[in-house]
């Protein structure tokens, strides 16, 4: 193959393609920081502050179990905005696949049939 045609590698070095990465890389990292800070938040203030989760709120509902409880709906908060977010991505993803793929030579297999 010639250098002057058209290649998966000339694609991966498009600009647009590395601004994609960056906010894939970004969204993911910030969405990671986050439940990090709040995995690692529970022995933290457990250790530092330990009378602060038995503070009672109301009954045998203590300040460390409604924090341990809303982790779950963190959780699912952060997954829905994965979800959300990524699905942006696919479709910037599929625009620029489908935008570049007519330019580059057609696989053994699609040529056969």
């Given at each position: 193959?010639?250098?002057?045609?058209?290649?998966?590698?000339?694609?991966?070095?498009?600009?647009?393609?590395?601004?994609?990465?960056?906010?894939r890389?970004?969204?993911?990292?910030?969405l990671?920081?986050?439940?990090?800070?709040?995995?690692?938040?529970?022995?933290?203030?457990?250790?530092?502050?330990?009378?602060?989760?038995?503070?009672?709120?109301?009954?045998?509902?203590?300040?460390?179990?409604?924090?341990?409880?809303?982790?779950?709906?963190?959780?699912?908060?952060?997954?829905?905005?994965?979800?959300?977010?990524?699905?942006?991505?696919?479709?910037?993803?599929?625009?620029?696949?489908?935008?570049?793929?007519?330019?580059?030579?057609?696989?053994?297999?699609?040529?056969?049939?």
């Amino acid at each position: 193959m010639a250098t002057s045609e058209p290649s998966w590698e000339k694609f991966f070095e498009q600009e647009e393609f590395s601004k994609l990465v960056k906010r894939r890389r970004n969204l993911v990292g910030q969405l990671f920081l986050v439940s990090m800070f709040f995995f690692f938040s529970v022995p933290m203030i457990s250790g530092l502050f330990p009378n602060f989760f038995l503070i009672k709120l109301f009954g045998p509902i203590n300040i460390g179990l409604v924090y341990l409880v809303s982790q779950y709906f963190i959780g699912g908060l952060l997954v829905y905005i994965l979800i959300k977010e990524m699905r942006k991505l696919d479709a910037i993803a599929s625009h620029l696949t489908d935008s570049y793929r007519h330019l580059l030579p057609k696989h053994r297999s699609q040529v056969c049939s």
